[in-house]
T-cell receptor, first 114, second 114 residues
């Protein structure tokens, strides 16, 4: 079983919809959680960064972390065609052998159609 | 523009050939990483370098070698390419000493081994 599981989709929604992307994980040592966005034929770029449990909001994007359930989410409000991309969750521990190394989910392919 | 530069962008190799993928960053980051991305598998860590002069194996190191030439450059070598190494390769860098960090990725090298 992978340490991080992410539904690969693909997910197709109409413009303006609320999108929910999710990851589950098994390693209780993970404390830092990130979401990356990857456009076709490009490298991933950091979208959101959260530490431990709680919510973080940035414009139309909200990241949630529930460490008790080992579950993280990314919500996109008022989705736009420009949000069409692959979204990857990533996480790491605070130190030790995991120091500096991110573990990624498989990525979810999102298409927002006009 | 500041960032991570990867060369070449595309490459086709015959089975058994060797090649080196080059990566350079100009952000003065200490840590650098090589990942491969395959459909349905997400990003898998091949090798990483926590700091200049050190390298360590990641999740899928077999068939690869790396060199941290200096703080800026981190190369990945395939000594005898195999079709299973057909993939998209991403180099990334980060400043691990920062409390809040993510990776900066290059744009990738698309490698086909025939």
């Amino acid at each position: 079983q992978k340490e991080v599981e992410q539904d690969p989709g693909p997910l197709s929604v109409p413009e303006g919809a609320i999108v929910s992307l999710n990851c589950t994980y098994s390693n209780s040592a993970f404390q830092y959680f990130m979401w990356y966005r990857q456009y076709s034929r490009k490298g991933p770029e950091l979208l959101m960064y959260t530490y431990s449990s709680g919510n973080k909001e940035d414009g139309r994007f909200t990241a949630q972390v529930d460490k008790s359930s080992k579950y993280i989410s990314l919500f996109i409000r008022d989705s736009q065609p420009s949000d069409s991309a692959t979204y990857l969750c990533a996480m790491r521990g605070a130190g030790g052998t995991s120091y500096g190394k991110l573990t990624f989910g498989q990525g979810t392919i999102l298409t927002v159609h006009p | 523009n500041a960032g991570v530069t990867q060369t070449p962008k595309f490459q086709v190799l015959k089975t058994g050939q060797s090649m080196t993928l080059q990566c350079a960053q100009d952000m003065n980051h200490n840590s650098m990483y090589w990942y491969r991305q395959d459909p349905g598998m997400g990003l898998r860590l091949i090798y990483y370098s926590a700091s200049e002069g050190t390298t360590d194996k990641g999740e899928v190191p077999n068939g690869y070698n790396v060199s941290r030439l200096n703080k800026r450059e981190f190369s990945l070598r395939l000594e005898s390419a195999a079709p299973s190494q057909t993939s998209v390769y991403f180099c990334a860098s980060s400043e691990v000493s920062s409390a809040n960090y993510g990776y900066t990725f290059g744009s990738g090298t698309r490698l086909t081994v025939v």
